[in-house]
Structure formats: C-alpha cells, structure tokens
C-alpha cells in the first residue's frame, strides 16, 4: 500500500489508537514540510504512548519550525502526566540543541526527583552543549543513579571547561568500570599535570576497556 498525506491523515485521525501510532511511524514516509504539520495534534494525543511517539518524532521534524517545536516540547516538558513523554520531550530538546529551552530544562531538573527524567535533562543539555548547565551536571555527579553520572562525565568533558577537572579526578576510584570508562574518556579533553597523572592510574585499571581508553590519550597527548 502507498503511503500518501492522505492514508497518513487518515490514521492519526482514527478513534483506534494502534492506528494513530501506525500514522505516527508512516510520517517518516513523508517529506518532513508535510508530516510536521500532521505530528502536532498528536503531541496531545489522549493516548500516552501516541503522544511519547509524536514527541519522539520531533527530535527530527522539529527542524521545520523550532519556535513552535520549542512550545509544543516546553508544554509536554511541564504537563504531559507520563514521566516518559517528559523524558522525550528533554531528549528532543536536546536533539535539536534549542538552546532557548535551558530555563525549561534547568527548572524541570530541580522539580523532579525521577532518575529517567533527570537523565533526559543532563544527556540534553550536553547535547547542546550550553555552557550554563555547568552547575547542573555538577549536581548530577553526586546522583546515586550510574547512568545520570556517566552522562554528567561525558557533557562535561565535552564542555572542556577546566573547572571540570577537579570535579572529575575524585571519580577515578569508582566501583563501576563503565563511569570510569566514561572518565578516561573526558579527561582524555584536558590537559595538565593532574590529568595526565590521572589517566596513567586508568591505564593501569583492571577492566581492559578503561585502561586500553586511557592508553589511547596518554599516547596521543
């Protein structure tokens, strides 16, 4: 069957959500001035995984117009009642680096205590790589969730602002060899005597990714 703007129309108007979810996935068929149009009235689907799939698909469509992306995001941001569309909501914000959107991302991040939200916010932000999340991926290397912690590692290594560094060398003894994986990774950035000596300890590192990591930049550098 040929998808056009019409069978597509079709679907995300039905009464049966499977079809309105289907409608959601055939707008990749179409060219994106059409399909983002037709993906905004489901942002606000009555269905909660319809509206995490019309969210989802704005990390792509959202290009077309990022003034209204950015309200339609920022409302789901706020108000959507299912953690995971606010969660897709922050990574499509992050996806499409709308910097106009840190207030929103930074005010959700200290009104939320979900470990899925918050992730969203951090990998976000270093998406953008805006320089006045450093406060916030400050905080979320104290999270007790591995995931918000690795990915606090990775922005703030790809921010390369020096203050980083005395945030990072404490984590050089973390029991997980994935978030110290992650620290090879963004101390291999920074230059300096501390983080040279910090990477020779992570050459010498039982798990063989974070040494072999930690190899490659004293080797480069």
Known sequence: ?????????QSIESDDYGERLSG????GHLDPEVAFPLVQSLVNDPNPRVRYSAVSK???????????TLELLRDRLYNDSELDV????????????IRDAFDDLEKAYHQTSDWILRLSIVAALGEMGEPRAFDILQDALQSDEDLIVGAAIGALGE??????????????????WQIRFRLAQALGRFQGESVTQALQKLAADPSEPVSQEAQRFLVSG
Do not use: H, N
């Open 1 to 9: 069957m040929t998808i056009t703007p019409e069978s597509v129309r």
């Open 24 to 27: 959601v996935t055939k707008l």
């Open 58 to 68: 704005l990390a792509t469509l959202g290009t077309q117009d990022l003034a209204v």
């Open 86 to 97: 606010k969660a897709a909501a922050a990574d499509a914000l992050g996806a499409l680096k």
């Open 159 to 176: 921010f390369g602002d020096d203050r980083a560094i005395d945030l990072l060398l404490p984590l050089i003894d973390y029991d997980d």
